[in-house]
C-alpha cells in the first residue's frame, strides 16, 4: 500500500520558481477545434504544454505559438526506436514532428508513458530507443535543447511511506537504473505522474483530506529532519530518496501529470480540485520546493485541459478537465 503523507516547513533557502503547465489530452470526441484551444491556452497565459502523441495536426496548430511542449513518444514505437539505427530514429523525428513543429517549440520528448509499471511489454526498449534518439538530436545539435526523459506512475515505488523509505520496485530496478543513468549523463530529468488523489481515496483510513489539499497547518509526519504536512511533497520527496538510493542524487523532478477529479468519485469536486491544483500551481511559482529539495520549485503539468470522455476505467477519470468545452474555466484558477 502506498501513502503519502508530505512537508509543511521548509528551511531557509533561496527559491527558484519552477514552470507551470498543462496537459492536453485528447481522449474524446467532443474536444474544441484545436485554433480554439491555442485561443484558449495563450488568454490564459498558459505557454507550457503537454501531448501525448505526435498527432500531425496538432503540432501544427501549436507552430508558430510560442508554446512549449512536451511531445509523447508511443510506447507502441519503441520497440522501433530500439531496434533501429540513430539514422532510423532520425528520420522518425524529422517526419513525425520536426516536420510539424518548429524544434525552437519543444522542450521534451516523453518517450513511453508509465512503462515500467503499466505497460512492461516495453520496458526493455525505453532506453535504447532513448539512446538512438538522443545520437539523433546530437547530429541537429539539439541534445541540450530539447531533454529526453520517459514519464512513470507512482507505482514504481514499492515504498514510499515515510519518504525516506521511497524504493522502486525490485521488479522494476533493472530498468529504472539504466534510465537514471542516461539522465543523469545527459542532465534531464526524471519525469513522474503524481496523483495524491489516487493515494487519498485507496488509504483514506489513514491520510486525511486536508492533508491532501494543502489544507493542514501543521506537520503532520516528522520523517528525520524533515517535516511533512501534505501529500505532494511527501510523494516527490519519495521519488528523490529512491533514486539517491540507486546512487543518482541530484537528477532533476518533474511532474508530469497530477490533478484532482471534479466527479465521478469520492472527494471529487470542483471546489476540491481547485484547492489542490491552484495549491499546486502557487507553490510552483513560488519556488517553495519539497522538504528535501527546499527553494527548488518543482516544475508541474497539470492534469488535464478538458475532461475526456473516451477514457476507460472509473468515472472519476474523466473528469480532470479544468476548462469546460466552450473555453470556460470550471474553476478559477491563474496560472501565472
Given at each position: 500500500?502506498?501513502?503519502?503523507l508530505l512537508?509543511?516547513?521548509?528551511?531557509?533557502?533561496?527559491?527558484?520558481?519552477?514552470?507551470?503547465?498543462?496537459?492536453?489530452?485528447?481522449?474524446?470526441?467532443?474536444?474544441?477545434?484545436?485554433s480554439g484551444?491555442?485561443?484558449?491556452?495563450?488568454?490564459?497565459?498558459?505557454?507550457?504544454?503537454?501531448?501525448?502523441?505526435?498527432?500531425?495536426?496538432?503540432?501544427?496548430?501549436?507552430?508558430?505559438?510560442?508554446?512549449?511542449?512536451?511531445?509523447g513518444v508511443?510506447?507502441?514505437?519503441?520497440?522501433?526506436?530500439?531496434?533501429?539505427?540513430?539514422?532510423?530514429?532520425?528520420?522518425?523525428?524529422?517526419?513525425?514532428?520536426?516536420?510539424?513543429?518548429?524544434?525552437?517549440?519543444?522542450?521534451?520528448?516523453?518517450?513511453?508513458?508509465?512503462?515500467?509499471?503499466?505497460?512492461?511489454?516495453?520496458?526493455?526498449?525505453?532506453?535504447?530507443?532513448?539512446?538512438?534518439?538522443?545520437?539523433?538530436?546530437?547530429?541537429?545539435?539539439?541534445?541540450?535543447?530539447?531533454?529526453?526523459?520517459?514519464?512513470?506512475?507512482?507505482?514504481?515505488?514499492?515504498?514510499?511511506?515515510?519518504?525516506?523509505?521511497?524504493?522502486?520496485?525490485?521488479?522494476?530496478?533493472?530498468?529504472?537504473?539504466?534510465?537514471?543513468?542516461?539522465?543523469?549523463?545527459?542532465?534531464?530529468?526524471?519525469?513522474?505522474?503524481?496523483?495524491?488523489?489516487?493515494?487519498?481515496?485507496?488509504?483514506?483510513?489513514?491520510?486525511?483530506?486536508?492533508?491532501?489539499?494543502?489544507?493542514?497547518?501543521?506537520?503532520?509526519?516528522?520523517?528525520?529532519?524533515?517535516?511533512?504536512?501534505?501529500?505532494?511533497?511527501?510523494?516527490?520527496?519519495?521519488?528523490?530518496?529512491?533514486?539517491?538510493?540507486?546512487?543518482?542524487?541530484?537528477?532533476?523532478?518533474?511532474?508530469?501529470?497530477?490533478?484532482?477529479?471534479?466527479?465521478?468519485?469520492?472527494?471529487?469536486?470542483?471546489?476540491?480540485?481547485?484547492?489542490?491544483?491552484?495549491?499546486?500551481?502557487?507553490?510552483?511559482?513560488?519556488?517553495?520546493?519539497?522538504?528535501?529539495?527546499?527553494?527548488?520549485?518543482?516544475?508541474?503539468?497539470?492534469?488535464?485541459?478538458?475532461?475526456?470522455?473516451?477514457?476507460?476505467?472509473?468515472?472519476?477519470?474523466?473528469?480532470?478537465?479544468?476548462?469546460?468545452?466552450?473555453?470556460?474555466?470550471?474553476?478559477?484558477?491563474?496560472?501565472?
Amino acid at each position: 500500500m502506498l501513502i503519502f503523507l508530505l512537508p509543511l516547513f521548509f528551511l531557509q533557502s533561496p527559491t527558484v520558481a519552477a514552470p507551470i503547465g498543462i496537459c492536453y489530452g485528447r481522449v474524446a470526441d467532443n474536444l474544441p477545434r484545436p485554433s480554439g484551444v491555442i485561443n484558449l491556452l495563450t488568454s490564459n497565459g498558459i505557454s507550457n504544454v503537454r501531448v501525448f502523441n505526435p498527432d500531425p495536426l496538432t503540432l501544427e496548430s501549436f507552430s508558430g505559438t510560442g508554446i512549449n511542449l512536451i511531445i509523447g513518444v508511443p510506447n507502441e514505437i519503441l520497440p522501433s526506436l530500439a531496434a533501429g539505427s540513430p539514422t532510423f530514429s532520425l528520420e522518425w523525428l524529422q517526419s513525425n514532428i520536426f516536420y510539424h513543429i518548429p524544434t525552437n517549440q519543444i522542450r521534451y520528448l516523453a518517450v513511453g508513458n508509465e512503462v515500467l509499471s503499466k505497460d512492461p511489454y516495453y520496458s526493455p526498449f525505453v532506453v535504447p530507443a532513448m539512446t538512438n534518439l538522443y545520437q539523433a538530436l546530437q547530429t541537429l545539435n539539439l541534445a541540450n535543447s530539447v531533454k529526453l526523459s520517459s514519464p512513470q506512475a507512482a507505482s514504481v515505488l514499492s515504498a514510499s511511506y515515510p519518504p525516506s523509505s521511497g524504493t522502486f520496485d525490485p521488479y522494476t530496478v533493472s530498468n529504472i537504473v539504466p534510465l537514471l543513468r542516461f539522465l543523469n549523463d545527459t542532465n534531464s530529468p526524471f519525469m513522474v505522474n503524481v496523483y495524491p488523489y489516487l493515494s487519498y481515496t485507496s488509504s483514506s483510513e489513514y491520510i486525511s483530506l486536508d492533508y491532501a489539499l494543502f489544507k493542514s497547518d501543521k506537520a503532520v509526519l516528522q520523517d528525520g529532519a524533515l517535516a511533512y504536512g501534505n501529500l505532494f511533497d511527501a510523494s516527490i520527496d519519495a521519488f528523490i530518496y529512491a533514486m539517491e538510493k540507486e546512487g543518482f542524487v541530484g537528477v532533476p523532478l518533474v511532474v508530469t501529470e497530477t490533478g484532482w477529479p471534479t466527479s465521478g468519485g469520492a472527494e471529487a469536486s470542483v471546489e476540491n480540485a481547485l484547492a489542490y491544483n491552484e495549491n499546486v500551481v502557487r507553490r510552483a511559482l513560488a519556488g517553495i520546493g519539497t522538504p528535501k529539495r527546499p527553494g527548488q520549485g518543482v516544475e508541474v503539468f497539470l492534469f488535464d485541459l478538458f475532461d475526456e470522455d473516451g477514457k476507460s476505467g472509473a468515472e472519476y477519470e474523466k473528469h480532470f478537465g479544468i476548462f469546460g468545452l466552450d473555453g470556460s474555466k470550471i474553476y478559477d484558477i491563474r496560472f501565472n
